[in-house]
């Protein structure tokens, strides 16, 4: 029997990162403030490590879709592995030529397109999904902020998010 509901367990389990970093913060806060010396400045140390772990567990909260979605997700060392119910692929990190994410879909995709290799669909509510947060924010050139505002903005279309090598005209903007 569990104290907590499932419903606030997971709504918990999805910030966890940003309340790890609210509780970094706030024990370097006391610290700081508190005795002078050495600890004074490990406490000014933890209030900025605290700082960016907020920023980063807020960001993937807003990544994570939950789970229960069709199929399952691995990444292992640069591969993003997909195993559906009716399709699957692999996709090397490095030779990702594309990322689209695709809304239209029900429910919404990532879209992974590599050279030589069939199109690479993922549903963003994959089980094991939230792992592609990384991959996806190590690309060069990606914005993780536009990633996220596209995750929740409900588009229309499939969208661009990230590209290697550009094929439009240098007056098309990506975004």
Same mark, same amino acid.
């Given at each position: ?50 700082? $960016?772990?907020? /920023? =980063?567990?807020? #960001?993937?909260?807003? *990544?994570?879709?939950?789970? &229960? +979605?069709?199929? $399952?997700?691995? /990444? =292992?060392?640069? #591969?993003?592995?997909? *195993?559906?119910?009716?399709? &699957? +692929? ?86």
């Amino acid at each position: 029997m569990s104290l907590i509901r499932p419903a606030a367990r997971e709504a918990l389990w999805r910030w966890r990162e940003g309340l790890a970093g609210v509780g970094v913060l706030v024990l370097g806060a006391s610290w700081a403030l508190g005795p002078r010396g050495l600890l004074g400045w490990a406490g000014w140390a933890l209030v900025i490590i605290g700082a $960016v772990l907020i /920023v =980063v567990g807020i #960001q993937r909260a807003r *990544f994570r879709a939950g789970g &229960g +979605g069709p199929g $399952v997700v691995q /990444v =292992v060392e640069g #591969q993003i592995t997909y *195993f559906g119910p009716l399709s &699957g +692929g692999a996709v090397a990190t490095r030779a990702l030529e594309r990322l689209t994410l695709d809304p239209t879909a029900k429910p919404a995709h990532w879209v992974l397109d590599q050279p030589g290799q069939p199109t690479l669909y993922i549903p963003v509510n994959a089980e094991g999904s939230d792992a592609l947060f990384d991959v996806f924010s190590s690309l060069p050139g990606l914005r993780t902020e536009r990633m996220l505002s596209e995750l929740r903005g409900g588009a229309k279309h499939p969208v661009v998010i990230w590209e290697r090598h550009s094929q439009r005209p240098p007056s098309h903007r990506l975004h």
